[in-house]
């Protein structure tokens, strides 16, 4: 295939005005030598930092810039979806602010898009930066959403990807309003390949996901994708029951045969005590996916922009 007629670049960011300002004059000069004709979707993610105030400047001054500036802190899963729905362009690249995502491995997905590939994913060939609870969560996570019948997860694939436009289109087509992106690319499908690279450090900055927000974050793409928490729940209530009925059986034929006086204040406690921790985390299971439910019937938009500085491709005519 030809090179692409024009190249959309989404960049989520949260107070990340130091790392753009490294960021965008590579990303222009990287993105100049691809395409005739590129934007850069800066979606501002409610920071309270200078990015606003140097991010608005930016866009007036380069054409190709375009400042998406969201009314308050939606998440980054919205945040890509505000920069997904205003991209224009024939192929959309996802990329962080904080240059763990390097801009020089655009050129080797594109390679890969002009081989017919409609997505092209960068994988993080190790995690060996990541302490050993982040790596078992992890494995954890992907387990628990690979093992569903779901969407196939690729095992420590990030935001970071190329797409074809006819991705773009089918991701912008889902209703949800729980946005989990690494669940919503792989449900569409296409033909997705990943390619490998080695995360650099944050430029500057820390990390907004912190453990809290990560283990929440994964209880939201697996209540998203798959129902075998409820599953677990009826077959687990079932063994027990079954168990129960049987020790039930045992203890009264005991009574009745051999006049076994039935003691056992012990068992009795441990019993109640045990149901009790299973009916309640049973209707907490439950309740995670009622929530969900109301989430989505609310149907209140994902994201509310504030303001919006450039026209970047809106001044390009569309490729047919
Ligand atoms: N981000 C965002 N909204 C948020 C949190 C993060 O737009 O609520 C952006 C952030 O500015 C960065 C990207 O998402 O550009 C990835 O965030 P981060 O580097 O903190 O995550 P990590 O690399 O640790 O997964
Ligand atoms: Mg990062």
């Known amino acids: 295939m030809p090179p692409p007629s024009s190249i959309s670049c989404v960049v989520p960011c949260l107070n990340e005005e130091a790392n753009l300002k490294v960021l965008l004059p590579g990303l222009i000069a990287a993105l100049k030598a691809l395409a005739p004709a590129f934007e850069i979707i800066v979606v501002d993610d409610g920071s309270s930092d200078g990015t606003s105030h140097t991010l608005a400047g930016w866009a007036q001054e380069h054409p190709q810039v375009v400042y998406l500036q969201l009314s308050r802190n939606f998440g980054k899963e919205a945040a890509l979806s505000a920069g997904l729905e205003a991209a224009r362009g024939q192929v ?8 763990q995502h390097p801009p020089a491995l655009i050129s080797t997905m594109l390679e890969r898009w002009q081989e017919g590939v409609e997505m092209v994913y960068a994988v993080r060939a190790t995690r060996d930066d990541e302490s050993v609870f982040k790596r078992l969560g992890t494995k954890l996570f992907y387990k628990m959403m690979r093992t569903s019948g779901g969407p196939q997860v690729p095992e420590n694939a990030g935001d970071f990807r190329l797409m074809d436009r006819a991705v773009v289109d089918a991701l912008l087509m889902l209703p949800e309003r729980n946005r989990f992106m690494k669940g919503l690319f792989a449900w569409v499908g296409f033909r ?34 798959t129902t075998w928490p409820l599953r ?8 027990l029951s079954v168990v129960s009925f049987a020790y039930g059986l045992y203890v009264v034929i005991n009574h009745w045969l ?8 012990t068992t009795l406690i441990t019993v109640v005590l045990f149901f009790a921790g299973v009916n309640l985390l049973s209707i907490g299971v439950l309740g995670e996916y009622v929530a969900r439910i109301f989430g989505e019937v609310k149907n209140r938009p994902v994201y509310l922009l504030r303001q919006r500085v450039g026209a970047g491709l809106d001044d390009v005519p569309m490729p047919s």
Do not use: N
């Open 92 to 99: 959309v690249v996802c990329m962080d602010a904080d240059l």
């Open 258 to 265: 051999y006049g076994d006086p039935v003691q056992g204040w």
């Open 192 to 225: 997705a390949e990943p390619i490998y690279y080695s995360p650099p450090e944050r430029l500057h900055g820390t990390t907004r996901f912190k453990p809290i927000k990560l283990f929440r974050f994964a209880i939201d793409g697996i209540t998203a994708f």
């Open 232 to 239: 677990l729940l009826s077959v687990s209530g079932a063994s």
